[in-house]
């Protein structure tokens, strides 16, 4: 099984539409992120959560909120869809105890495409 | 200007042959330094890490330049398998919890 999980995989929707994408680790890390990429581009930050109660904007937290329900889960929220949000998001965990160098294991992806 | 920037090729090279890409970062404070690679439509996941000395992971050689500001990744003897994106990465803390990444130079091993 898997040890980062994102559902849904892929979905469409139209603009205007509330969309919640969630992911769940097992892998026991405290740390949790949420990126987007675009074609030519890296990925880019757009939240972050080192634990239940810390949560951090990232470079393009505006238009997207996040929750994180427990340890092992954080859910990424469009409020309002809007086509150039059309990208794919990962998630992303860490784990914050064993000092440096600390690798980030990343889901699956979920293709979200906004028309 | 991109805080990590990337050659996005594409790259195709014969197999077995020798490839070497490059990566530049502009923020002089960046402390942790990794290669991700990613094959199409996955997940980036971690190929190694760089460190100031230069290190090797098999046919997989890293190298760290902090006074020019740059980072490469050599591959020796190159596999079909290694076709992927190589996604350059940078962090300015020790403890790598926010990275920033280039994106991506894309590689292809032709038979």
């Known amino acids: 099984d898997a040890d980062v999980t994102q559902t849904p995989r892929n979905r469409i929707t139209k603009t205007g539409k509330r969309i919640m994408l969630e992911c769940s680790q097992t892998k026991g890390h405290d740390r949790m992120y949420w990126y987007r990429q675009d074609p030519g581009l890296g990925l880019q930050l757009i939240y972050y959560s080192f634990d239940v109660k810390d949560i951090n904007k990232g470079e393009i937290s505006d238009g997207y909120s996040v929750s994180r329900q427990a340890q092992a889960k954080f859910s990424l929220s469009l409020e309002s869809a809007i086509p150039n949000q059309t990208a794919l998001y990962f998630c992303a965990t860490s784990d914050g105890t064993s000092g440096t160098y600390n690798e980030q294991f990343f889901g699956p992806g979920t293709r979200l495409t906004v028309l | 200007r991109k805080e990590v920037e990337q050659d996005p090729g594409p790259f195709n090279v014969p197999e077995g042959a020798t490839v070497a890409f490059n990566c530049t970062y502009s923020n002089s404070a960046s402390q942790s330094f990794f290669w991700y690679r990613q094959d199409c439509r996955k997940e980036p996941k971690l190929l190694m890490s760089?460190?100031?000395s230069g290190n090797e992971d098999g046919r997989f050689t890293a190298q760290l330049n902090r006074a020019s500001q740059y980072i490469s990744l050599l591959i020796r003897d190159s596999k079909l398998s290694d076709s992927a994106t190589y996604l350059c990465v940078v962090s300015k803390s020790q403890g790598a919890q926010k990275l920033v990444f280039g994106q991506g130079t894309r590689l292809t091993i032709n038979p």
């Open positions: 760089v460190y100031s």
